[in-house]
C-alpha cells in the first residue's frame, strides 16, 4: 500500500485523500464561516455606541477639538486667541470644557448639560474666575443657541458643528464682550 501511495503521488502529484480527512474539511468550513460571524457580530457591537453619538443632541460633538478666533473686550479691543475643546458625550449628558488664551487674556469655560426633548438644562463655571452658573437654551443635532447666567453676568452662546468643523460665538455683557471662535477635530 505505501508503495501505491508513493507511486500515485508520483504521477498524479496529489496524496489520496481519506475520509477523516474530507471529514475534517467538511467541519472546518462552517468553523471558519462561525468565526467570522462572530467576529462581525462582535465589532458591530461597537457602532450603535458610535451611531447614537453622531445622530443624539450632541450629534458629531464627542472628542477633543482645536483652533482659534478673535475675543473683544470691553473697551473694543480685539485679540487673537488659540482655543481647545473636549466633548464628553453620553446619551442627552454632555460635559464640555472650553479652554482659551491670548497674549493678555485667558478663559476656562466648563459646563455639564442635559438635554430634555431639545431643552437644554445645565451648569456651567468659568474656573480661571471663579465664576459658576446657570445654563439653559435650544438645540439638538450639534447647534444650539444657549444663555449662562449668574449674578452680574449673561452670555449667549451659540454653537454650530458640522462635520468635522465648529463654530462658536459668545456675546456677553462684561469686560468680556464677545468671541467668534472656529474649531475642528
Known amino acids: 500500500m505505501g508503495h501505491q501511495l508513493v507511486y500515485r503521488v508520483a504521477v498524479d502529484g496529489k496524496r489520496p485523500v481519506s475520509k477523516t480527512s474530507r471529514t475534517s474539511e467538511f467541519f472546518a468550513y462552517p468553523r471558519r464561516l462561525t468565526i467570522a460571524a462572530v467576529a462581525f457580530f462582535m465589532t458591530s457591537l461597537a457602532v450603535p455606541a458610535s451611531y447614537a453619538q453622531s445622530s443624539g443632541p450632541y450629534a458629531g460633538m464627542a472628542g477633543k477639538w482645536a483652533g482659534g478666533g478673535t475675543v473683544t473686550l470691553d473697551d473694543g479691543s480685539n485679540e487673537r486667541i488659540r482655543c481647545r475643546a473636549v466633548y464628553d458625550v453620553a446619551g ?88 467668534n471662535i472656529s474649531l475642528s477635530k
Open 92 to 179: 442627552a449628558k454632555m460635559d464640555m470644557s472650553l479652554t482659551c488664551a491670548s497674549d493678555a487674556y485667558r478663559f476656562n469655560l466648563t459646563a455639564n448639560v442635559v438635554d430634555q426633548g431639545g431643552a437644554i438644562v445645565g451648569q456651567w463655571s468659568e474656573t480661571s474666575r471663579g465664576i459658576t452658573g446657570s445654563l439653559q437654551g435650544r438645540g439638538g443635532g450639534g447647534n444650539f443657541q444657549v444663555t449662562a447666567v449668574t449674578a452680574g453676568f449673561n452670555a449667549n452662546i451659540g454653537l454650530r458643528t458640522t462635520g468635522n468643523k465648529q463654530s462658536v460665538s459668545i456675546r456677553a455683557d462684561s469686560l468680556f464682550r464677545a468671541a
